[in-house]
Nanobody
């Protein structure tokens, strides 16, 4: 199973970006999915999370500016970021709890997978 993130880039403050992360490989189902970000020298922090049922939660620093969504048919999670600030500059990682077999799904035993990270740079 792999998570492939895309959509990062350089944008001016106030601009928007949409990140995507697609899961592929031998999987049965996907549970919660999320986006995290990391600045050099700091710990990775949660940006947004969405459960398998569609419930969402956001870091206080991005509430009102960021929307997480998912397309279960495409095994993909998205992060729409608007009104970007320079402090949003970071490497963004996607994360997913993946049930690799029906048996694991029945036991609610999900494996934790991470994407490779995509750089978001917001200039002033």
């Amino acid at each position: 199973v792999q998570l492939q993130a895309s959509g990062g880039g350089l944008v001016q403050a106030g601009g928007s970006l949409r990140l995507s992360c697609a899961a592929s490989g031998n999987l049965f189902s996907i549970g919660g999915m999320g986006w995290y970000r990391q600045i050099p020298g700091k710990e990775r922090e949660l940006v947004a999370h969405i459960t398998g049922g569609g419930e969402t939660n956001y870091a206080d620093s991005v509430k009102g500016r960021v929307t997480i969504s998912r397309d279960n048919a495409k095994n993909t999670v998205y992060l729409q970021m608007n009104s970007l600030k320079t402090e949003d500059t970071a490497v963004y990682f996607c994360n997913a709890g993946i049930y690799t077999t029906r048996g694991n799904w029945a036991r609610r035993y999900a494996f934790d997978y991470w994407g490779q990270g995509t750089q978001v740079t917001v200039s002033s």
